[in-house]
């Protein structure tokens, strides 16, 4: 039985592999986060609900499956 969160995961990276194939395809875009941005934006998502300075609306799993690529791989 799988999670929420791991549903989560696999949710997000397969949104972030469609935006990045139709951008590519369409507008020949790569989609890509710098990876300082993309590890604030996960310790954000990550905080618990008291301790965050901002509202953000995304659950941790979500943004971990969007971003899972830009915490990976450097682009140059």
Do not use: N
């Amino acid at each position: 039985m799988l999670t929420t969160f791991t549903l989560l995961v696999v949710t997000g990276g397969a949104l972030r592999l469609a935006l990045g194939w139709g951008l590519h395809r369409r507008y020949q875009l790569d989609l890509s986060v710098p990876q300082a941005l993309a590890g604030a934006i996960v310790m954000l998502a990550g905080l618990p609900d008291i301790l965050k300075p901002l509202s953000f609306p995304l659950p941790l799993g979500l943004t971990l499956g969007l971003l899972f690529p830009d915490l990976l791989f450097r682009r140059d």
